[in-house]
């Protein structure tokens, strides 16, 4: 019997923080749960909000519908071949609970992307990335659970039309499959990537001589808990902002004005800019606005200090956007999304 529940907050639901109200709430445990949910002819053609660990939601009013909160759990090897292990996780599992799953097994390759916040179903949604490594280098496959008709279907990496922070799912597919099953490919001998960042510093500091899955791993979290607030202490979706794309010719002439500005050559005619710094640089860094702010530690972290609403994060966040426009002809693009 399905347990749905009326005017629910969503306070513990979202990681800002922010007190909205679902008018009907419901936690899914098992793919033929939200298969029966989906097809149940009350609920068919009422507004539905997919919700995983709510790290990248920004709630700026309440939601007149139907939150279906995914805790599809379990984490197991499903498969192997000579170079790698095939790990299948539930939709519902906190995603650093699968990178320290593999860490203990000793598979390879998302040692990198430990203390991201979220599950694992929203993972791919955004092609989460960190520390020079993004979802899409170690993902087989996912399964997902057609809203409209209830069909399970397959997708591999390639029809999941991955780039930078995006998926299918974030474009064409928006808001028409519940992912319910992750599958990834990881080694079975680890080729290290610590160029990025800070990395090769804090493993210096940590006075790490032989490298493992695990060392590289409490790097990537010693540097995260340095640089980014605990949601669980200051509200926050992590980083606010993607790091923009721009013209070559256009970061050369800004180069000019502002020798000092960072940027990664990602193709021969785009580079990104960190849009932390673009932000800093536009004098918003560690500023306080009521209740809200930009972080003092990381400028493209926007924080709750309390009780602030999410009209007013967005209404932050406009004005960052302002700024960094006007001060570099940039604009800045959301990774949160608005709800």
Known sequence: MMHIQKNISLKSYNTFGIDATAAYFIEIRTVAELQELLTH??????????????????????FDGLVIKIAIEGI????????????QAG????????????????YAGIENLSLIPGTVGAAPMQNIGAYGVEIKEIFDRLEAVHIDTGNIRVFTNEECQFGYRESIFKKELKGQYVITRVTFRL?????????????QDTLKQ???????LRSVSDAVIYIRRSKLPDPAEIGNAGSFFKNPEIPTKQYENLKIHYPQMPGYVTSDKTVKV?????????????????????????????VNYGNAKGN?????????????????DIQLQPEVNFI
Request: hydrophobic residues 45%; aromatic residues 8%.
């Open 76 to 87: 197991e090897k499903i498969n192997e071949d000579a170079q790698h292990v095939y790990v």
């Open 312 to 328: 007013e994060i967005k209404a932050l966040a406009e004005e960052v956007q302002k700024s960094v426009l006007a001060k570099f």
């Open 187 to 199: 080694g079975k001998v680890p080729a290290f990537n610590t160029s990025y960042g800070a990395i």
């Open 206 to 212: 940590m006075n790490v001589e032989n490298l493992t």
């Open 91 to 106: 939709a519902g599992v906190v995603w650093h609970q699968l990178v320290l799953y593999c860490i203990e097994h000793a």
């Open 41 to 62: 002819s009350i609920y068919k053609a009422m507004p539905k909000l997919i919700l995983g660990g709510g790290s990248n939601l920004l709630f700026t009013q309440d």
């Open 274 to 302: 960190p849009a932390g710094w673009l932000i800093e640089q536009s004098g918003w860094k560690g500023k306080r606005l009521g209740d809200t702010g930009v972080h003092k530690n990381q400028a493209l972290v926007l």
